[in-house]
């Protein structure tokens, strides 16, 4: 999962931590740490250990996703080809069907 890798080592620096120290406490590797703050990627274990340590919620420690934004459909506006070709094929429908009716 994506970190907030720059947040993780600035809450570190803060402490006055060296990664070492933050791999200690959260009982993973120097290496992992270093992953982390270079790459910004980590797992679930490794972010909530991360997160436990700095007095963080894990959502704090995550990058947001790219979700896709809600389309509020109340503003969606029609393109106007689109109403003209609804009209004509309303008008030519209706007037078939008329057509068809008084036949008789």
Known sequence: MEVKAQEIRSLRT???WTQQHLADVC???LRTIQRVERYGTASNDTALA???????????LLVAADI????????????????????????GLGSGVTFALFQV
């Open 50 to 60: 991360i997160a436990s340590v700095l007095e963080l919620n894990l959502e704090q």
């Open 14 to 16: 803060v402490r006055g």
């Open 27 to 29: 009982g993973i590797s």
């Open 68 to 91: 896709e934004p809600e389309v509020d459909v109340e503003n969606v506006q029609t393109p106007l080809w689109m109403l003209i070709a609804i009209l004509v094929i309303g008008i």
